[in-house]
């Protein structure tokens, strides 16, 4: 497949661009600067700016574009941020994808979003029918996948990816957890009552690769692991496999001094089924936690 690809330079995307590639697809990244090579092309999503000729002739467009929620302590400006850069990278791709003959149109875009969707649900389980949730990233992810709405109404398959917590140890929710975890310094947040939604890096590639595949599946995907834990059963799995202790329970008030607002979302409870993934028969790799903490720990 002819694959254009946003977002290759973060975490998941470069995991995404370097297996498609692998796996013999045609990969052309967007890139902010100026283009360095015949598969990159520049574009500008905050001034709403892609050359049409880029998107032409894609079989799909793949945007996982948006800056980390993790990444920095949140302020007003930072918040800003993490919604605009979501927003304004779906918005410019999907308004291209809609400008364009018919013909040159990608069969689909598969575009990237978050369980945040679902806001905080405590000990209810929820599938992809469930309404947005309140909170700051139940907002974002709301605005977000509206964004796409030019290219569904231009007739294009949009897959809307509500990623949980990939699990590897160069990236994501396991990094920084790794250096604390092995000094023995760790535990879990808060009450550690929380549901994590994990999902490991393998099967998240490998989620992406089937929907990208079966034609038949448009809407919101949940691409997270069939059994969700709690922050508390994390913490111990991951201190068994690491040989490790984990007695020193992170209080909430410390979190909030530590991480500002972004706290808030940390001790959010989201028990999440992959209900799309697990109707069309996806074949997961690693069903339970301990298989994916060791994959991701021993890659």
Known sequence: MRILLAGASGFLGTQLGDRLAADGHEVTRLVRRPARDPRERQWDPAAGHLDPAAVAGADAVVNLAGAGVGDKRWNDDYRRLIRTSRVDSSSTLATTIAGLPTADR????????????YGNTGDRVVEEDAPAGEGFLADVCRVWEAATRPAEDAGVRVVR?????PLHRDGGLLKPQLLPFKMGIAGRLGSGRQWLPWISMADWLDAVLFLLAHDEIAGPVNVV?????????????????????????????????????FAHEALTSTR???????KANYPYHHRSLP?????????
């Open 272 to 278: 999440v089924h992959p209900a799309v993934l697990t």
């Open 106 to 117: 990608p069969r689909a875009l598969l575009n990237s979003s978050a369980v945040g969707w």
């Open 161 to 165: 990816l509500r990623t949980g917590l």
């Open 225 to 261: 692991g069939p059994h969700p834990v709690t922050n508390a059963e994390f913490t111990r799995e991951l201190a068994r496999q690491l040989h490790r202790p984990a007695i020193i329970p992170i209080p909430a008030l410390a979190l909030k001094v530590a991480l500002g607002g």
């Open 291 to 299: 298989q994916a903490l060791h994959a991701a720990l021993t890659a």
